[in-house]
């Protein structure tokens, strides 16, 4: 069972408005010192796979969209003041993940991942396809985005088995 807000049509418009309205430029200056203050590792994941240039540029301003739709459907502003309502990814999720990847290999971690994020969330897998079908490298971006969520769902279901 996932623990990540399930994104709907209105927020997925909303986004897509604020987005279009402030620029996107604005919106991940924003995601950006969220991630910062809130959630570094998943930050340096998204860095990582995003990669440099104008189509790593494009693909994190797609993560960035990514995130904000989960944030935004938990119902969570942006800003240094906000406590993040997702979970906070750990290294030990991110070596966890890193691990199983290795034993599985990379499509099968991504044929899992993906599936997860289609029963938990298939708006956010409709936003992730649609931004994916647009790249010269689909596969990357699908990849990227199940990766992200992945962890963002490990995490939350270690947080919620972990004793408060």
Not at 13 to 42: K, T, W, Y
Not at 103 to 113: L, M, N, S, V, Y
Request: glycine share 6%; with cysteine; aromatic share 6%.
């Amino acid at each position: 069972m996932s623990m990540l807000p399930r994104v709907t049509d209105p927020t997925r418009e909303r986004i897509s408005r604020e987005f279009d309205n402030l620029g996107p430029d604005v919106c991940m200056a924003d995601i950006r010192r969220d991630l910062d203050r809130h959630n570094p590792q998943l930050l340096d994941m998204a860095v990582k796979w995003a990669g440099e240039g104008k189509e790593g540029k494009k693909l994190f301003t797609a993560f960035g969209m990514f995130y904000r739709l989960l944030a935004a459907e938990a119902s969570a502003p942006l800003g240094p003041e906000a406590l993040s309502p997702l979970p906070q990814v750990s290294s030990e999720t991110r070596d966890q993940i890193i691990a199983r990847i290795s034993r599985i290999g990379d499509e099968q971690f991504c044929r899992e991942a993906i599936g997860n994020l289609e029963v938990a969330n298939p708006e956010l897998l409709q936003m992730a396809h649609g931004f994916a079908a647009e790249r010269p490298d689909y596969a990357r971006a699908m990849q990227g985005f199940a990766l992200l969520h992945e962890a963002l769902l490990i995490q939350s279901q270690s947080d919620r088995l972990r004793p408060h």
